[in-house]
């Protein structure tokens, strides 16, 4: 397993570019199955979870390839609408495949996910949905297994507007006999960014950006070419990562009003931030005033940056809050923060950051994607050498993250070791 070195204290200069969004590219790769014919996306990031979403699309018997960022996906003799256990219990987006499966083979046989190490996430909401739509849902031996004679549109109720569950019956529903309309649906932009593919492939639905769609079935789609959004989380990362160490960095190649929540947060702490069209500089700022987040579901603030805030109040003037109400549970990144220096305390689920005046390196374990973001960045502003190990979960969310970090001026070294 690589690790990272790092040497922190170095302020950071430069340019960053923000690569295409993983949680669009993962729903986009799923949906191609609906399709017999090529399918091209460009912009796909090169991930461990985009080498491995490719992985199950070849299980499934279509045909994919991926270099400099642009995948092709024929799924015409797509032929197993299986998405087997060893894939599936290493990334929880594997379960996208179901909608597709369903819709276009009317069966699929789904391993129940897995994905990040934190909490139990479920998936009833999805199979709730799929069986208002006429699929007929077992479970045996850990598998999913939906058999239908053909969808038919129903009026679906989401009682959390989870991202997953939309776009899952999103790409179910497209091809089913009639309307279907999913209420409380998701609203964040990589969902906007899966209407939109599915809408260019022929689909019919109404209601983008909003948390009510209304899907038309149609009778088939046809292959297209399509760009992926850029990454408001990676994007987000880097702000931060930049607020937090200093220096005068520009990130080019984002959408600014993906990330409105989040810069928000960062002018309240007292960040410098100039907001132009596709991409935010921030500049060195005095100390931070300590500020208050508590995540929420789009527009509010991702839970996939709050790991990041946690390690940004560091050393923030004052003490404030971290609450994530997406999961309650999300804060595997707390002790390993701890042992760089912050002084971070967990009730439920609130951190409650008081700053300090300096970080200081040490070992420390990655846990999950996020949560490994949060640990480079305190590294980054740490005094002295950090070792952080198990890095394989930064490799599944940021494409290229020490080469670009290294082009500002950071101290950062990937260590080989064993391939897991
Ligand atoms: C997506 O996960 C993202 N992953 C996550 O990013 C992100 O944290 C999450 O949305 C929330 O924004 C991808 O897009 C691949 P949810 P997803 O279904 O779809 C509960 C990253 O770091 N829930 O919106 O799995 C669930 O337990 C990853 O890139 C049910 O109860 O998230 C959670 O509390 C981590 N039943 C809440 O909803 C269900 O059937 C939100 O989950 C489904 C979800």
């Known amino acids: 397993m690589d690790k990272f070195l790092i040497h922190g204290g170095n302020q950071l200069y430069g340019t960053i570019k923000v690569s295409g969004a993983k949680n669009a590219c993962l729903p986009l790769m799923a949906a191609s199955l609906l399709v017999k014919g090529k399918i091209v996306i460009r912009n796909v990031p090169n991930l461990r979870d985009t080498r491995t979403m490719k992985k199950l699309l070849e299980i499934i018997g279509a045909e994919v390839t991926f270099e400099n960022g642009v995948m092709e996906i024929d799924a015409t003799n797509a032929n197993n609408p299986e998405a087997p ?16 499966l369903t819709a276009r083979f009317g069966r699929a046989k789904i391993s129940l996910p897995g994905g990040c190490a934190w909490g139990p996430r479920p998936v009833d909401l999805h199979l709730k949905g799929i069986e208002k739509l006429g699929g007929k849902v077992t479970l045996d031996e850990g598998y999913i297994n939906i058999e239908t004679d053909g969808l038919k549109g129903a009026l679906l109720h989401l009682d959390i507007s989870s991202v997953g569950a939309t776009g899952n019956l999103l790409m179910a ?22 209407i939109d593919f599915l ?8 209601g983008r950006e909003t948390d009510v769609l209304r899907i038309n079935g149609v009778s088939e789609l046809r292959p297209i070419e399509f760009e992926v959004i850029p990454d408001r989380i990676e994007a ?81 003037k004052g003490k404030c809050v971290v609450t994530d109400t997406v999961y309650e549970d999300r804060f595997t990144h707390v002790p390993e923060l701890v042992r760089l220096g912050i002084d971070v305390k967990l009730k439920g689920n609130a951190a409650t950051v008081t700053g300090v005046e300096k ?40 494409e290229d993250l020490e080469n670009k970090l290294r082009g500002i001026g950071a101290d950062i070294k990937r260590e080989k070791g064993p391939e897991i």
């Open 236 to 316: 987000g990362t880097y702000l931060i990562t930049a607020a937090a160490v200093g220096g005068d960095v520009l990130v080019e190649g984002l959408d600014p009003s993906h990330l409105k929540a989040v810069t928000d947060k960062m002018l309240e702490a007292g960040a410098n931030i100039e907001i132009n069209e596709n991409s935010i500089r921030v500049s060195s700022t005095d100390q931070l005033r300590a500020t208050d987040v508590t995540t929420n579901i789009y527009p509010g603030y991702p839970t996939d940056l709050q790991a990041q805030w946690i390690a940004l109040m560091a050393t923030a």
């Open 199 to 206: 809408n260019q492939m022929g689909a019919d639905i109404k």
């Open 85 to 100: 256990y060893e894939l599936v219990k290493t990334m929880r987006a594997s379960f996208y495949a179901l909608g597709p």
């Open 173 to 194: 529903s497209v091809l089913a006999e009639g309307e279907t309309v999913i209420e409380n649906a998701a609203r964040e932009p990589e969902i906007v960014c899966l």
């Open 359 to 398: 970080l200081k390196g040490a070992p420390v374990m990655s846990t999950d994607i996020r949560a490994s973001a949060s640990m480079v960045i305190a590294a980054l502003m740490a005094e002295g050498r950090t070792e952080l190990h198990r890095i394989y979960h930064l490799d599944r969310g940021y």
